[in-house]
């Protein structure tokens, strides 16, 4: 089993930037592919970024496509999602998702992951 925790959510005014971390345990999580969603109130919650096990592949929704960056520290166990240039539209809840993926592919369907953290708020103010 894989224990995904996030933080660095919070309240920011547009243009600010905030730093998600995903701090995994239970198992490493160097062969797993790694995603970042989120979900805001009445949606259906979409992949905005991920990565597959190595880091060298990358996937960004054209919503967050040059302001987020997502990466990866196998050696913390953690990956990281960098928001930049945020916008009012990019409040919602994001969520750490996991999958066991020693491939260089990465995965972007909520159900094609096995493991999901809890959340943290994220609210961007105009």
């Known amino acids: 089993q894989v224990q995904l925790i996030e933080s660095g959510g919070g309240l920011v005014q547009a243009g600010g930037s905030l730093r998600l971390s995903c701090a995994a345990s239970?198992?490493?999580?160097?062969?797993?592919?790694m995603g970042w969603f989120r979900q805001a109130p009445g949606e259906e919650r979409e992949c905005v970024a991920a990565?597959?096990?190595?880091?060298?592949?990358?996937y960004y929704s054209d919503s967050v496509k040059g302001r987020f960056t997502i990466s990866r520290d196998n050696a913390k166990n953690t990956v990281y999602l960098q928001m930049n240039s945020l916008k009012p539209e990019d409040t919602a809840v994001y969520y750490c998702?996991?999958?066991?993926?020693?491939?260089?592919?990465?995965?972007?369907?909520?159900?094609?992951?096995?493991?999901w953290g809890q959340g943290t708020q994220v609210t961007v103010s105009s």
């Open positions: 990565v597959n096990w190595s880091g060298a592949r990358t």
């Open positions: 239970g198992r490493t999580i160097s062969s797993y592919g």
């Open positions: 998702a996991a999958v066991s993926l020693f491939l260089d592919i990465v995965k972007i369907r909520t159900r094609e992951y096995n493991y």
